[in-house]
């Protein structure tokens, strides 16, 4: 899944659904590629549909994974989904992360 996707901001229903499909499938590719480069198994946790509820979670998924691969991540686990310049300045930094990582293993 192109991290591309993921720097588009949410503005109805519809895109929050569409992002959030997007989010977890390059999730999915980064822990297969890693498994697959490195033989390590990490979890994978249910982030989809995005929102504050799972935003722990998803921080977790960064922080089994930016060790392995090098990457200095963020604290991503304080959001206020509903709130939409947070929302904004939350998905550019996740996308900008998820683009990191997806250059270290070769993901989109």
Do not use: C
Not at 22 to 37: E, F, G, N, P
Not at 55 to 83: F, R, T
């Amino acid at each position: 899944m192109p991290v591309a996707n993921l720097f588009s901001v949410p503005q109805d229903q519809a895109q929050e659904g569409a992002w959030s499909f997007s989010h977890l499938a390059h999730h999915r590719d980064m822990i297969r590629v890693v498994q697959q480069k490195f033989g390590i198994v990490l979890p994978e946790y249910a982030i989809d549909p995005f929102g504050d509820d799972v935003a722990d979670v998803h921080q977790q998924m960064h922080n089994d994974l930016d060790p392995i691969i090098g990457v200095s991540g963020y604290d991503l686990s304080e959001v206020n989904w509903k709130d939409q310049q947070q929302r904004a300045a939350w998905v550019y930094l996740n996308a900008t992360l998820h683009q990191q990582e997806g250059t270290k293993l070769g993901v989109g």
